[in-house]
């Protein structure tokens, strides 16, 4: 299996990372917008949300390679 991937669970991973990226989003909004803020925790969801979009575009890489002709 050298070279190859399972395509089918590479987009299942992206779809749960995106999932999770968006609901990450949405907890980083609610914070922001209620009176008390955390920014410690914000801070981390913040990191959190970077740490997945970098995993997203690796496996959209996987998934969707450049071609160079």
Known sequence: MDGEFDEAALR???AELENEHRALDEEVKALTMCGVVDQLKVMRLKRRKL???DEIFRVAD???PDIIA
């Open 12 to 14: 299942l991973r992206l």
């Open 51 to 53: 740490a997945l979009k």
């Open 62 to 64: 996987i998934l969707n």
